[in-house]
């Protein structure tokens, strides 16, 4: 989370350029590393959201003769316990990974950016409240949060995606204040206020269309975060529930000692999976973050 | 100074009230009937149908939300949380068996996190850009990316099953009364884990706090006077840039009592991050509010003292 905070914040600090989108592309060609990841993240979205389509996958179908078997090839990752083939609960799982991603993600942009927009432009009474209580927010770890709050609700994929969306967007809110709050004081802004234009035409016509940067960089880092705690929700056994295939509940299996001692191939597919699905979100978010903010590009950050 | 201290008090203080708004609405989510999780589980069972409504006329349960809020806040700051509706005894002390267990991984991991972090970030702020850099950017990229319970499960693989010399999992051996030397054995694998998450971040920080020292005016000069490189680094890149660890310690707190609450069900230990995991299970809202609770305020407690420590450290921000 605070990882989020301050890469969000490093593209504050440029005023805002008109990069075109051409510009961008190339910038994010140069950089090998997060091609191959973005390259690896669009053919992991084709397997998960085309791939049950088209190709013969039975994630459900249990097949008592094959159970805890080895990669082979019928099943090219092995069987569960159940005799169910791993290679496509991992497919389904990654799919899993990217729905509640992607869709928590959006929910918390949502309502981040209202309220940290709002915060940031109207200052005084609804910028103490809205400030308070991203610090209030903060101050309990997200896990933490989502864990408590998920537990008197029902369990799914659902739930799931609403919990992380409704309590997420404190990072948001924070960063769209302070980008709204150096945007307030700019030129453009003074010359539109004096301009006669009203509150909600500037805010509309002005300052939002200039939060995008610091909001890819935010999103992008956030999906990454999103994919984590559904897997930990799951790891917990308070997030999506069996037979729904999830990546961090498949991995759950290793806490069985004789699994994970005999049966790699039922617990390492999915926690490489995982890892690698949020290392390439990751991996693009850094490159955005270096190329949205140019002060800071070349020296990759650590 | 006194301007700034008190700056942060005004901030710190309406950030617990909203806190406690957080708590008494997870509190209000709860199915069932909320006396459970407020009075004696005993002393319930033996109550009249009369008694009980009277304890729900003290307690102000039927009364409107904001006198409900009230007489819940005036309970907690007097240490009365509830009952855990599972075991029947009180939240608190539910807790407070828990807190040196959770205490002890923290310390070790921070300890951890700042003995790799803070020497792998200088080293990468010599040359940036250099392979040491790049390589330690990629292990970060992947230690960030990487969940921590499967950084635990391959540990307890290797070390535990495989190599056999560590345990996997709990805090002592069973049947046997607990020893400092077995506790330190079974906190090998878990604070490890712990410490190299956040030790990533910690090295990040570290690396960027450095470049900006040594891009600084000071270190100019002292190039320029002749000292060594290495004098360059240890006197003044080294003191100047460990001013913000400080606070950086203290920002990680909240990632680091994530990274507990994984870490502790992965490895069987007997920590809070364990409690609010099986209360959040078995849905025990006293116990996962103040818990919740509890967190929020040390860590807010927590970035305030390393905020004003800070003003003591820095004689720069005493005068302005």
Redesign the interface.
Same mark, same amino acid.
Request: aromatic fraction near 4%; proline fraction near 10%.
């Given at each position: 989370m605070t990882q989020e905070i301050e890469a969000g914040a490093a593209t504050l600090s440029e005023a805002p350029t008109a990069r075109r989108a051409g510009d961008l592309l190339r910038d994010i060609a140069a950089n090998r590393f997060a091609l191959a990841a973005a390259a690896f993240l669009v053919l992991m979205a084709l397997l998960a959201f085309i791939g049950p389509l088209v190709l013969p996958l039975e994630p459900y179908k249990t097949n008592l003769s094959r159970l805890d078997e080895g990669p082979s090839w019928d099943h090219l990752l092995g069987t569960d316990q159940s005799g169910r083939d791993t290679f496509a609960r991992c497919i389904l799982g990654a799919r899993t990974s990217l729905i509640v991603g992607f869709s928590a993600v959006a929910i918390y942009l949502v309502i981040g950016t209202l309220l940290g927009s709002l915060a940031g432009y109207l200052g005084g009474v609804v910028d103490m409240i809205v400030s308070r209580t991203v610090d209030a927010l903060l101050s309990i770890p997200l896990l933490l949060l989502v864990t408590v709050f998920i537990a008197f609700l029902k369990p799914g994929v659902l739930t799931v995606i609403l919990v992380i969306g409704l309590l997420g967007w404190p990072p948001t809110a924070r960063i769209t204040r302070a980008a709204t709050m150096s945007l307030r004081e700019s030129d453009f802004i003074i010359a539109a206020r004096v301009s006669g234009l009203t509150k909600n035409r500037i805010m509309r016509g002005h300052v939002l269309p200039n939060l995008a940067a610091p909001l890819i960089v935010v999103a992008s880092l956030g999906i990454g975060t999103a994919i984590l705690l559904e897997a930990a929700l799951g790891f917990l056994g308070l997030g999506v529930r069996p037979p729904t295939p999830s990546l961090g509940v498949m991995v759950t299996e290793a806490k069985d000692p004789v699994i994970l001692r005999n049966s790699p191939w039922i617990w390492m597919p999915p926690a490489v999976l995982l890892a690698l699905l949020v290392m390439a979100v990751n991996v693009v978010g850094d490159a955005l973050r270096d190329v949205l903010s140019p002060r800071q590009g070349g020296t990759a950050g650590l | 100074m006194a301007t700034l201290i008190i700056r942060r008090l005004g901030?710190a203080v309406?950030?617990?009230?909203?806190?406690t708004f957080?708590g008494f609405a997870?509190l209000s989510?709860?199915?069932g009937d909320p006396l459970t999780a407020r009075l004696d589980r005993e002393a319930l069972v033996r109550m009249t149908p009369e008694q009980r409504t009277e304890a729900r006329e003290a307690l102000g349960l039927d009364e409107p939300f904001p006198v409900q809020y009230w007489h819940w806040l005036t309970d907690l700051v007097q240490g009365d949380v509830g009952y855990s509706i599972v075991s029947g005894r009180p939240a608190l002390e539910e807790i407070g068996d828990r807190v040196e267990p959770t205490l002890i991984l923290l310390v070790a991991a921070i300890a951890i996190a700042v003995a790799v972090g803070v020497p792998f970030?200088i080293l990468?702020a010599r040359r %940036?850009?250099g392979f040491l850099?790049?390589t330690?950017?990629g292990a970060?990229?992947?230690m960030?990316?990487?969940?921590?319970?499967?950084v635990g499960?391959?540990l307890?693989?290797v070390f535990a099953?495989r190599l056999d010399v560590l345990p996997?999992g709990g805090m002592g051996v069973a049947g046997e009364p607990p020893s400092t030397s077995q506790t330190f054995r079974h906190a090998i694998l878990p604070s490890l884990v712990l410490g190299l998450a956040n030790a990533a971040?910690l090295?990040?920080f570290a690396?960027?706090g450095m470049?900006e020292v040594l891009a600084s005016d000071y270190v100019r000069t002292a190039r320029a006077k002749g000292l060594s490189g290495r004098a360059i680094m240890m006197r003044h890149g080294l003191r100047n840039a460990s001013l913000p660890l400080i606070t950086l310690i203290a920002?990680?707190i %909240?990632?680091l009592?994530?990274g507990a609450?994984?870490t502790e069900?992965?490895f069987a230990w007997p920590g809070m991050g364990r409690l609010?995991?099986s209360?959040?299970?078995s849905?025990d809202?006293a116990v996962?509010?103040a818990?919740?609770v509890m967190?929020?305020v040390v860590?807010?407690l927590v970035?305030l003292a390393a905020d004003i420590l800070y003003v003591f450290v820095d004689p720069r921000l005493r005068v302005s």
């Open positions: - | 901030q309406p950030s617990l009230f909203i806190i957080i997870l989510l709860a199915p970030g990468a %940036p850009n850099d790049r330690l950017t970060a990229v992947a960030i990316s990487t969940p921590t319970f499967i499960l391959v307890i693989y099953i996997a971040p090295a990040r690396r960027s470049l920002l990680l %909240p990632d009592v994530a609450v994984i069900q992965v609010v995991v209360s959040a299970q849905a809202p996962m509010m818990i919740i967190v929020a860590v807010i970035n």
